[in-house]
Protein backbone atom coordinates (compact mmCIF):
# COMPACT_ATOMS: atom_id res chain seq x y z
CA UNK A 1 0.00 0.00 0.00
CA UNK A 2 1.46 3.20 -1.15
CA UNK A 3 0.67 6.55 0.23
CA UNK A 4 1.52 9.65 -2.72
CA UNK A 5 2.92 12.45 -1.41
CA UNK A 6 2.65 15.56 -3.89
CA UNK A 7 6.31 16.92 -3.95
CA UNK A 8 9.06 17.19 -6.97
CA UNK A 9 12.11 17.73 -5.46
CA UNK A 10 14.93 18.72 -8.12
CA UNK A 11 13.57 16.05 -11.30
CA UNK A 12 12.32 13.52 -8.91
CA UNK A 13 8.58 12.55 -7.80
CA UNK A 14 8.48 11.21 -4.56
CA UNK A 15 5.95 8.90 -2.66
CA UNK A 16 5.26 7.86 0.94
CA UNK A 17 5.35 4.34 0.98
CA UNK A 18 4.28 1.81 3.64
CA UNK A 19 7.02 -0.70 4.89
CA UNK A 20 5.59 -1.77 7.76
CA UNK A 21 2.25 -0.88 9.76
CA UNK A 22 3.03 2.65 11.02
CA UNK A 23 6.52 2.54 9.04
CA UNK A 24 6.72 4.30 6.20
CA UNK A 25 9.27 6.22 4.09
CA UNK A 26 9.87 8.39 1.14
CA UNK A 27 11.09 6.01 -2.12
CA UNK A 28 10.72 6.95 -6.10
CA UNK A 29 8.98 5.00 -8.57
CA UNK A 30 9.78 3.12 -10.92
CA UNK A 31 13.13 2.49 -8.82
CA UNK A 32 14.23 -0.60 -6.52
CA UNK A 33 13.86 1.83 -3.67
CA UNK A 34 11.10 0.09 -2.12
CA UNK A 35 12.09 -3.57 -2.83
CA UNK A 36 15.52 -1.94 -0.87
CA UNK A 37 13.39 -0.64 2.09
CA UNK A 38 11.35 -4.35 2.42
CA UNK A 39 14.05 -6.03 2.15
CA UNK A 40 16.37 -3.86 4.95
CA UNK A 41 13.41 -3.22 7.42
CA UNK A 42 11.08 -5.84 7.05
CA UNK A 43 13.24 -8.51 6.29
CA UNK A 44 16.09 -7.41 8.53
CA UNK A 45 18.34 -8.99 6.50
CA UNK A 46 20.99 -6.71 8.76
CA UNK A 47 20.02 -8.85 11.84
CA UNK A 48 20.06 -5.43 13.83
CA UNK A 49 18.63 -5.97 17.15
CA UNK A 50 14.94 -5.38 18.49
CA UNK A 51 16.82 -1.87 20.10
CA UNK A 52 19.87 -0.46 20.34
CA UNK A 53 21.64 -0.02 23.71
CA UNK A 54 21.34 4.11 25.09
CA UNK A 55 24.91 4.96 23.86
CA UNK A 56 25.03 2.85 21.05
CA UNK A 57 26.67 4.74 17.81
CA UNK A 58 26.04 3.02 14.39
CA UNK A 59 28.11 4.54 11.36
CA UNK A 60 25.77 4.07 7.62
CA UNK A 61 28.33 4.21 4.71
CA UNK A 62 26.08 4.14 1.52
CA UNK A 63 23.18 4.97 3.37
CA UNK A 64 21.34 5.39 0.27
CA UNK A 65 17.49 6.97 0.61
CA UNK A 66 17.73 5.88 4.30
CA UNK A 67 16.43 2.68 4.68
CA UNK A 68 18.84 1.15 7.28
CA UNK A 69 18.76 4.93 9.02
CA UNK A 70 15.09 4.11 9.38
CA UNK A 71 15.29 0.89 10.52
CA UNK A 72 18.59 1.67 13.10
CA UNK A 73 16.50 5.21 14.68
CA UNK A 74 13.14 2.58 14.67
CA UNK A 75 15.58 0.38 16.89
CA UNK A 76 15.73 3.26 19.32
CA UNK A 77 19.30 4.26 18.12
CA UNK A 78 20.32 7.49 19.23
CA UNK A 79 23.62 8.19 17.82
CA UNK A 80 23.78 7.68 14.02
CA UNK A 81 26.54 8.73 11.30
CA UNK A 82 25.56 8.23 7.81
CA UNK A 83 27.43 8.89 4.23
CA UNK A 84 25.71 8.81 1.10
CA UNK A 85 27.91 10.60 -2.12
CA UNK A 86 24.45 10.38 -4.59
CA UNK A 87 23.03 13.50 -4.56
CA UNK A 88 19.65 12.48 -5.37
CA UNK A 89 19.07 9.57 -3.07
CA UNK A 90 20.65 12.04 -0.20
CA UNK A 91 18.11 13.96 -0.44
CA UNK A 92 15.61 11.03 0.42
CA UNK A 93 18.20 9.83 3.18
CA UNK A 94 17.64 13.69 4.70
CA UNK A 95 13.78 13.55 4.13
CA UNK A 96 13.12 10.14 5.79
CA UNK A 97 15.58 10.79 8.66
CA UNK A 98 14.02 14.18 9.42
CA UNK A 99 10.53 12.79 8.75
CA UNK A 100 11.10 10.09 11.46
CA UNK A 101 13.84 11.75 13.98
CA UNK A 102 11.31 14.78 14.77
CA UNK A 103 10.06 11.87 17.16
CA UNK A 104 13.19 11.70 19.05
CA UNK A 105 14.41 14.51 20.99
CA UNK A 106 17.48 12.91 22.48
CA UNK A 107 18.70 11.94 18.63
CA UNK A 108 21.80 13.24 16.96
CA UNK A 109 21.42 12.22 13.09
CA UNK A 110 24.84 12.99 11.05
CA UNK A 111 24.36 13.40 7.30
CA UNK A 112 27.10 13.72 5.03
CA UNK A 113 26.81 14.16 1.29
CA UNK A 114 30.23 12.59 0.60
CA UNK A 115 31.79 9.41 -0.38
CA UNK A 116 33.91 6.77 1.84
CA UNK A 117 37.62 5.53 0.86
CA UNK A 118 40.41 4.82 1.61
CA UNK A 119 42.22 8.45 1.31
CA UNK A 120 40.95 11.55 1.27
CA UNK A 121 40.41 13.50 -1.36
CA UNK A 122 37.68 12.95 -4.55
CA UNK A 123 37.02 9.62 -6.41
CA UNK A 124 35.04 8.88 -9.35
CA UNK A 125 31.29 7.63 -8.97
CA UNK A 126 29.47 5.73 -11.64
CA UNK A 127 25.87 6.38 -11.67
CA UNK A 128 22.96 4.60 -13.33
CA UNK A 129 19.52 4.50 -15.01
CA UNK A 130 18.11 2.70 -11.29
CA UNK A 131 19.37 5.44 -8.57
CA UNK A 132 20.31 2.53 -5.91
CA UNK A 133 23.54 1.78 -8.42
CA UNK A 134 26.37 4.04 -7.97
CA UNK A 135 29.76 1.98 -8.39
CA UNK A 136 32.85 3.51 -6.81
CA UNK A 137 35.14 3.46 -9.93
CA UNK A 138 38.93 4.60 -8.87
CA UNK A 139 41.23 1.80 -8.02
CA UNK A 140 44.93 2.86 -8.64
CA UNK A 141 43.45 5.46 -11.43
CA UNK A 142 41.84 2.74 -12.79
CA UNK A 143 38.16 3.28 -14.10
CA UNK A 144 35.29 1.35 -16.16
CA UNK A 145 32.59 1.95 -18.31
CA UNK A 146 29.89 0.96 -16.31
CA UNK A 147 26.03 2.97 -16.44
CA UNK A 148 25.20 5.79 -17.76
CA UNK A 149 27.83 8.47 -16.80
CA UNK A 150 30.43 9.37 -14.38
CA UNK A 151 31.00 12.35 -12.34
CA UNK A 152 33.69 13.47 -9.21
CA UNK A 153 32.96 13.28 -5.73
CA UNK A 154 34.42 14.17 -2.15
CA UNK A 155 35.71 11.32 -0.11
CA UNK A 156 36.48 10.81 2.99
CA UNK A 157 38.91 8.01 4.44
CA UNK A 158 37.28 5.81 6.62
CA UNK A 159 40.23 5.47 9.21
CA UNK A 160 39.68 9.09 9.77
CA UNK A 161 35.96 8.41 10.80
CA UNK A 162 36.60 5.79 13.32
CA UNK A 163 39.46 7.16 14.47
CA UNK A 164 36.61 9.77 15.85
CA UNK A 165 35.30 7.95 18.12
CA UNK A 166 36.57 4.84 20.60
CA UNK A 167 33.85 2.61 19.76
CA UNK A 168 31.48 1.94 17.42
CA UNK A 169 29.09 -0.58 18.27
CA UNK A 170 27.85 -1.10 14.35
CA UNK A 171 29.09 -0.07 11.37
CA UNK A 172 27.45 -0.92 7.87
CA UNK A 173 28.70 -0.65 4.50
CA UNK A 174 27.20 -1.17 1.01
CA UNK A 175 29.76 0.20 -1.54
CA UNK A 176 28.60 -1.42 -4.25
CA UNK A 177 32.15 -3.48 -4.76
CA UNK A 178 34.24 -0.80 -2.60
CA UNK A 179 34.32 -2.64 0.84
CA UNK A 180 37.12 -4.23 0.55
CA UNK A 181 39.30 -1.94 -0.38
CA UNK A 182 37.82 0.30 2.17
CA UNK A 183 37.92 -2.29 4.98
CA UNK A 184 41.34 -2.86 4.34
CA UNK A 185 42.49 0.77 4.48
CA UNK A 186 42.12 0.81 8.02
CA UNK A 187 44.77 0.13 10.66
CA UNK A 188 44.55 -2.50 12.80
CA UNK A 189 44.28 -0.27 15.90
CA UNK A 190 41.08 1.71 14.56
CA UNK A 191 39.44 -1.98 12.99
CA UNK A 192 39.49 -2.70 17.13
CA UNK A 193 37.00 -0.02 17.95
CA UNK A 194 34.63 -1.76 16.21
CA UNK A 195 32.27 -4.02 17.69
CA UNK A 196 30.26 -5.57 14.95
CA UNK A 197 30.28 -5.24 10.96
CA UNK A 198 27.03 -5.67 8.91
CA UNK A 199 28.65 -5.29 4.81
CA UNK A 200 26.53 -6.17 1.79
CA UNK A 201 28.91 -8.20 -0.23
CA UNK A 202 29.18 -8.01 -4.67
CA UNK A 203 29.72 -11.04 -6.28
CA UNK A 204 29.16 -9.04 -10.07
CA UNK A 205 32.49 -9.44 -11.04
CA UNK A 206 32.15 -8.88 -14.83
CA UNK A 207 31.00 -5.11 -13.69
CA UNK A 208 34.66 -4.45 -12.13
CA UNK A 209 37.92 -4.43 -13.81
CA UNK A 210 40.24 -7.20 -12.43
CA UNK A 211 41.63 -5.41 -9.71
CA UNK A 212 38.15 -4.92 -8.03
CA UNK A 213 37.74 -8.87 -7.85
CA UNK A 214 37.99 -8.42 -4.21
CA UNK A 215 34.47 -7.53 -3.78
CA UNK A 216 33.46 -11.17 -3.46
CA UNK A 217 32.29 -12.85 -0.54
CA UNK A 218 35.16 -14.80 0.02
CA UNK A 219 37.81 -11.91 0.07
CA UNK A 220 35.68 -9.75 2.80
CA UNK A 221 35.49 -13.17 5.00
CA UNK A 222 38.92 -13.73 4.84
CA UNK A 223 39.84 -10.38 5.39
CA UNK A 224 37.85 -9.81 8.34
CA UNK A 225 38.71 -13.33 10.13
CA UNK A 226 42.39 -12.48 9.65
CA UNK A 227 41.21 -9.56 11.87
CA UNK A 228 39.61 -11.28 14.84
CA UNK A 229 36.09 -11.21 13.70
CA UNK A 230 34.16 -14.09 13.46
CA UNK A 231 31.18 -13.89 10.68
CA UNK A 232 28.09 -15.56 9.21
CA UNK A 233 27.05 -14.55 5.39
CA UNK A 234 23.00 -14.20 5.27
CA UNK A 235 22.79 -15.61 1.77
CA UNK A 236 19.98 -13.79 -0.46
CA UNK A 237 16.81 -15.68 -1.47
CA UNK A 238 17.25 -17.59 -4.60
CA UNK A 239 16.47 -15.74 -7.67
CA UNK A 240 17.00 -12.30 -6.22
CA UNK A 241 20.00 -9.88 -5.80
CA UNK A 242 23.29 -11.81 -6.28
CA UNK A 243 24.29 -10.01 -3.05
CA UNK A 244 24.72 -11.18 -0.19
CA UNK A 245 24.73 -9.64 3.51
CA UNK A 246 28.22 -10.99 6.07
CA UNK A 247 27.30 -10.53 9.30
CA UNK A 248 30.63 -10.46 11.99
CA UNK A 249 29.37 -11.42 15.37
CA UNK A 250 29.72 -8.61 18.14
CA UNK A 251 32.91 -9.09 20.13
CA UNK A 252 33.44 -7.29 23.36
CA UNK A 253 33.48 -3.72 23.62
CA UNK A 254 37.35 -2.04 24.79
CA UNK A 255 37.20 1.47 25.76
CA UNK A 256 33.37 3.32 26.54
CA UNK A 257 32.95 6.90 25.61
CA UNK A 258 34.42 8.30 23.23
CA UNK A 259 33.94 11.71 21.40
CA UNK A 260 31.53 12.54 19.10
CA UNK A 261 32.70 13.25 15.16
Same mark, same amino acid.
Given at each position: ???????????????? @????? *?? =??? %???? %????? &?????????? $????????????????????? &??????????? =?????????? *??????????? =???????? &???? +??? %????????????????????????????? @?????????????????????????? =???? +?????? *? $????????????????????? %??????? $??????????????????????????? *????????????? &??????????????
Amino acid at each position: KQYHWLATYGYLSWQL @TEILP *ER =RLY %TRPD %TRDHY &TAKEVIKDNQ $YQLPLKFAPDAAVLDIGAHIG &TFAAACLWRDC =RFLVCYEPYP *ESFKLLRANTD =RIGTGYTD &TVVQ +LNN %TAVWRRNGTITLCYGADPVMNVTLETNGD @TAGIGDGNYPVTAVAFADIISRRDHW =RLVK +LDCEGA *E $YEILSSCPDDLLERVEQFAIE %THVRRGM $YTASRLECCHEALASFLESKGFGFSVN *EPPHGSSPNGILI &TRCRPRGNPGGSAP
